[in-house]
């Protein structure tokens, strides 16, 4: 009876479920018991035995064939999904081709091709606009650029001439940046030689302006 | 096999069918057909049944070439499919009842026309192997086929299963046990 305790251990044994301590305690026990040293002896063999048969290999029938016929349900395969994909290819193209579709499709056309030139109307028309507005500007823009000595020139002589009408300078600062926008090159000059003495602020700048709007 | 050829190593090998080289692709199959077709017949103890999963596993292989990873271990990759290519199999057939069980000698004639002893040899074995093995459930008999059949490690064979290290020992454990009472019943052998 006291042994069924150490078969138990034996057979737990073979299945890695004893912990370290127990197995110590089975491997004192199996060195003074016979009777269970022979049970763990037994099914030490048995259990070989049956690893040994079950761990033969088994036979392919045919090796050759088992390669040839994995290769060949390749090349199958690949065939088949070429033939998928030209079906696939016919399928769409019987699609298009349907009655029903073709008017959709040429409705479609006609709506997207009217849109289309509503759309290319729209950007001609704005563009020769900007066009129109840039040419102005270009005008207006070129005499920005104004050679440093000419504008130096231009700003002393108007300042005099304000100067002596108590303008404040922010006054005269603003006259002469609109007379940057406006101006044209040509009438600097004429500007130059047109400012009199004792000319009132205001015939002054109406004169400038009056000037400088002539093209 | 040429001796050259023979000298390719499985990372060659993949990257050329990676490249689309069939021939290439054949000597894989050549070097590795004889496992799968073991493996699958220790799981499912039918030689049709481990032939068809033993091409299934490859043509897998060949559609999924491009996103393999020639580095890792073939052989891992091919236990993986046969072992998820049989578990299909084996709940496919749970769904429909049939008696495709039994071992057909009839069968095994008409597949390839293997010689007698091929047949009697496989037949002797798979009622060896299901003799002691027909209680397990299928995951308990995968570890087990792996482990113990196979000689891989827990580490490969957590890799296959995908299944933690902890569960693989359990389910290890319990295969283990079964088969030594299911010994135990054959052989008579009383505690």
Known sequence: ?????????????????????????????????????????QLRLDWAGVIGEMTMSPHIPNPEALTASILTRIENMDTQSFKHQQLRVAKGFQLVFHPDI???????TLVLLAVFLVEQYEVTKSVKRLEIQMHKQSN?????IL???IKKRLLVNLKQQLDKHSLSSKRIERVINRLEITAQPADFWHLESGANEGDSELSIFERMKDNWRRP | MTPSESQRTDVQLIRDCQSHDQAAFRYLVERYQATAF???????????????????AF????NYRLKLNPEARFATLLYTIVSQLWIDETRSRNRRPSSKDSIDLNQDLISNEPSIETISHNQDLA??????????????????????????????????????AGSVKTNLSLARRKLRQQLQAITGIES
């Open chain 1, 1 to 41: 009876m006291k042994h069924n305790k150490w078969i138990n251990y034996i057979h737990l044994l073979g299945s890695d479920e004893l912990e370290l301590r127990e197995q110590q305690a089975l491997n004192e026990h199996l060195k003074v018991c016979s009777g269970c040293r022979a049970v763990y002896e």
């Open chain 2, 38 to 56: 073991r493996f699958a017949f220790r799981l499912s103890c039918e030689t049709m049944l481990a032939e068809d999963i033993c091409q299934k």
């Open chain 1, 147 to 149: 050679p440093d000595r």
């Open chain 2, 127 to 164: 009622r060896r192997i299901k003799r002691l093995s027909h209680k397990l459930p299928p995951k308990q008999r995968l570890v087990f086929t792996l482990r113990d059949l196979e000689d891989l490690s827990i580490a490969e064979v957590v890799q296959i299963t995908g299944i933690s």
């Open chain 1, 102 to 108: 073709r008017l959709g499709l040429q409705i479609a």
């Open chain 2, 59 to 62: 043509l897998r292989v060949w």
């Open chain 1, 140 to 144: 207006q823009a070129h005499v920005v």
